[in-house]
């Protein structure tokens, strides 16, 4: 069955993303790798190609770009090595695919989408994970190349702040038992897809979070918390804190509300962020339904994203509405 229409929706993630932080030429750079990414799954579909193909092709391209939390770029760990989680759904068959913790695979949603097709299995993870990509022949590349002089710098930051909690008397109790940065404690990617078929897809690639614990695993690739898809309902990549997206079981809790409640996807993924945030998460999420209706709500200051629809223009933003400078009258 062709489907009248058909698109994609990225993010490039969510978090305390300020205007004053960034300045116009970088603002720039992400702008224009947002719109590549978007074109680069865009004409696939136009071409008639698969959701999944989309998918893969749209993160690559920030996975290899240094300015995202995925691949080339990623944030680094405790440790100061840089481990890489992904997934990817198919919203067809719902059959699904991941790892965790990988050092050396250059794209690592491209791994995940073979654990889909080739193997019995959801996840893959570590070591485990790499051996496979071994025998299916991909470049295996230094962990050196994730790297950045920023990650660098930001989790030397983060180590900084670590210290601090313990030598105040007075440090307000938290959840969070690690310091991380909070300018760039995101910037995970991910796309969701639907195509002339029908078929919705979504996947998502991070290096977690600055400063994890190592061997510490977010949401991004558990199928059900920051990666869902079903034809039926709608398909949809998260970024945020990643415990709490774990816990509240988001991405499935967006799907569910609209299967059982019969919620459109913008109450849906409203409510979803409400019952997130109730546990003290932050982030957002990107989401595509099958009628292509598209979403990109958080509850962060701001989140790297954009659209691209038939019919409709491209869109990429950054800030959240409230941060936009008021309209001169
Ligand atoms: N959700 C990711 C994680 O917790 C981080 C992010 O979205 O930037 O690993």
């Given at each position: 069955m062709q489907s009248t229409t058909y698109g994609l929706v990225i993010h490039g993630g969510a978090g305390v993303i300020l205007r004053k932080d960034l300045t116009p030429a970088l603002e720039a750079r992400y702008r224009a790798k947002l719109t590549e990414s978007l074109a680069t799954g865009y004409e696939m579909l136009e071409r008639g190609g698969a959701s999944l193909d989309a998918v893969v092709a749209a993160i690559k391209v920030m996975e290899d770009?240094?300015?995202?939390?995925?691949?080339?770029g990623a944030v680094m760990n405790a440790e100061g090595v840089c481990e890489l989680d992904a997934s990817i759904m198919d919203g067809r068959t719902l059959e699904a695919g991941a790892v965790a913790?990988?050092?050396?695979?250059?794209?690592p949603i491209a791994l995940a989408r073979d654990v889909l097709e080739?193997?019995?299995?959801?996840m893959l993870i570590g070591d485990g994970a790499e051996a496979f990509a071994r025998q299916l022949g991909y470049e295996f590349v230094p962990n050196a190349y994730f790297q950045t002089e920023r990650r660098r710098r930001q989790l030397a930051l983060a180590r900084k702040l670590e210290k601090r909690p313990a030598g105040r008397p007075k440090a307000r109790p938290t959840r969070v038992t690690f310091a991380t940065v909070d300018d760039n404690k995101y910037g995970t990617v991910g796309c969701a897809a639907l195509d002339r078929h029908g078929n919705l897809a979504a996947g998502t690639s991070t290096g977690g979070m600055?400063?994890?614990?190592?061997g510490r695993v977010g949401d991004s690739p558990i199928i059900g918390a920051g990666t869902y898809a079903k034809n039926a309902t709608c398909a949809l990549s998260a970024t945020g804190h990643g415990e709490f997206f774990i816990r509240s079981v988001f991405g499935h809790n967006v799907s569910a509300l609209m299967e059982y409640?019969?919620?459109?996807l913008a109450p849906a993924a409203a409510e979803a962020i409400r019952q997130m945030a109730r546990l003290g998460g932050t982030g957002g999420l990107v989401a595509i339904d099958r009628h292509g209706n598209v979403v990109m709500p958080f509850n962060t200051p701001g989140m790297y994203r954009g659209s691209r629809v038939a019919g409709r223009a491209l869109s990429v933003e950054i800030f959240g509405a409230a941060r936009k400078p008021p309209a001169s009258r």
């Open positions: 770009s240094p300015l995202f939390n995925a691949g080339h913790g990988l050092q050396h695979i250059r794209n080739r193997t019995p299995h959801i600055t400063n994890k614990q190592y409640k019969g919620l459109a």
